[in-house]
């Protein structure tokens, strides 16, 4: 059992950065594959970011990649989405994801376990 909780969201303009981070319980979250998804309303949750169990293969959707970077903190139990140069098309609630991805870290049946999710927004 693996449980997730997301922090670091809020309110910015565009141009600016937030890092958010996923902290996870238990010895076993080290097995997973994680990976950060965010949501709209009205929307479909999409994959934003992932990382493979030991950090060798990460991925990102191709409207963030160059701006944002995600990587995960053994010791401190945490996964990082550092995003740089948001734009408001970023804006939405963002998910930490916990699984064991076979077909490929964007595909959200592939996570067994997701937070609450933390809100962002960015105004232009």
């Known amino acids: 059992q693996v449980q997730l909780a997301e922090s670091g969201g809020g309110s910015v303009q565009a141009g600016a950065s937030l890092r958010l981070l996923c902290k996870a319980s238990?010895?076993?979250?080290?097995?997973?594959?994680m990976a950060w998804f965010r949501q709209v309303p009205g929307k479909e949750r999409e994959f934003v970011a992932g990382?493979?169990?030991?950090?060798?293969?990460?991925e990102y959707r191709d409207s963030v990649k160059g701006r944002f970077d995600i990587s995960r903190g053994f010791a401190e139990n945490t996964i990082y989405l550092q995003m740089n140069s948001l734009q408001s098309d970023d804006t939405g609630v963002y998910y930490c994801?916990?699984?064991?991805?076979?077909?490929?870290?964007?595909?959200?049946?592939?996570?067994?376990?997701w937070g609450q999710g933390t809100q962002v927004t960015v105004s232009s």
């Open positions: 994801a916990a699984g064991h991805p076979v077909l490929g870290l964007s595909k959200t049946d592939e996570y067994e376990y």
């Open positions: 990382t493979s169990r030991k950090g060798v293969n990460i």
């Open positions: 238990g010895e076993t979250w080290r097995l997973y594959g």
